[in-house]
């Protein structure tokens, strides 16, 4: 459930107020873009890399978005303060206003940015997952792009939950291991950790992108690695990673257990905790401290 307040281009106001016209194109097609961050002492986590993905979908969606991303940053912290939420997810949307016959009468924004807040989620100690066969199209365009058009992800998400699974492996049109369908997937062997590279279609996280490019534990050697389903499953862990979740480990893909150990993936958390810790130190406001 959302918090109480949310952020409207400029404005802070109360949810059940926010007033969107159903001639938005955006919301009638989903075009437009989104991200979810972590929020850890009233800071918005790698709001940097959020916003450079943002703008990287954006510039391929054809969907205007702000300017100047630190004035975007001032207003999500308006938006925790008047919350009262230092510690949350985060979620920030950027709708396209027009394009197309649906499109309404001009309101003269190019797009809205809409964010909203809420409780973090306890997603267990371990999650058991599904397969979706052609989940990921990796020869796409688009491939990758963390669009509002969201809702075949929904669905496997919760067809998978009707079967039993928390989560489903989103499989490529070649057979080859994607992603899940809000979540990035490794898995480790004889000291290397893989995830499957850009090019099968996965989306780039931003804890999977803090891991492959800040995170070091002696004696781990973390690659992009194609990954077929077999290898998830001999593999000695599995785990899979997003914003909300940190580094959750795999217990079962489809019928069959996985993972032997719980090593690497419990050193790699380690790593990433300490980075956010750093991160939230280095970026904290001043008058947060006093609150």
Known sequence: MIHRYVLHNQEIRE????????????????????STLRVAGWVPFAFERHWTRIARDAAR????IPDDPQAVRGKLLELLEANGTPDCTLRLA???NGGGIWEGPPNG???????????????????????????????SPFAGAKMLSWAMNLTWYEEAHDRGFDEAILLNERGEVAEC?????FAAAAGEVWTPPLDSGCLPGITREVILEEVRVP???????????????????VFITSTTRDLLPVRQIEDRQV??????????????????????AQHKQPQAAGR
């Open 94 to 96: 950027i709708v396209r």
């Open 15 to 34: 949810a059940r107020e926010l007033s969107l016209s159903p001639g938005q194109i955006g919301l009638l097609s989903g075009w437009g873009v989104f």
């Open 259 to 280: 993972g032997r150990g719980d090593a690497a993936r419990m050193a790699l958390q380690a790593a990433f905790s300490a980075f956010v810790d750093r991160y939230t």
């Open 181 to 185: 369908t809000s979540a990035n997937i």
């Open 61 to 64: 969606l054809h969907v205007a």
């Open 219 to 237: 004696g781990i050697r973390i690659v992009e690695k194609t990954l077929l389903p077999a290898d998830l499953e001999t593999a000695e862990e």
């Open 109 to 139: 924004r190019k797009s809205d940015l809409i964010a909203l807040t809420a409780d973090i989620k306890d997603w267990g100690a371990g999650v058991k997952l599904a397969y979706q066969a052609n989940g990921r199209h990796a020869a």
